[in-house]
């Protein structure tokens, strides 16, 4: 499984950035992906997850400002992320839960730098 994170950067507080994660090497159903993130010095912490079925859920400090969705023929999630905060610098790791696994399989991680 791999999992290829795209659309971080830098922007000021206010701005907004999308990211993309490309799954590929999934030879059985998607249930759901989602992502991550760890600021400087913090620990690591859900952002939001989609199931195939749409569903989502998206955390209290980033709600009202993200949106998470998924394109299931693609097999690519988004992160529509914008009124950035300087709080929501950090790397943003995509996650994807696959049909008959017991654990989340993880990518790289993309750098999200949002300035003052």
């Known amino acids: 499984v791999q999992l290829q994170a795209s659309g971080g950067g830098l922007t000021q507080a206010g701005g907004s950035l999308k990211l993309s994660c490309a799954a590929s090497?999934?030879?059985?159903?998607?249930?759901?992906m989602g992502w991550y993130r760890q600021a400087p010095g913090k620990q690591r912490e859900l952002v939001a997850t989609?199931?195939?079925?749409?569903?989502?859920i998206i955390e209290d400090p980033v709600k009202g400002r993200f949106i998470i969705s998924m394109d299931n023929t693609k097999k690519t999630a988004f992160l529509q992320m914008n009124a950035l905060k300087p709080e929501d610098t950090g790397v943003y790791y995509c996650?994807?839960?696959?049909?008959?696994?017991?654990?989340?399989?993880w990518g790289q991680g993309t750098l999200v730098t949002v300035s003052s």
């Open positions: 996650v994807v839960d696959i049909a008959g696994s017991d654990r989340w399989f």
């Open positions: 090497g999934i030879y059985s159903s998607i249930t759901a």
């Open positions: 989609v199931t195939n079925h749409g569903r989502t």
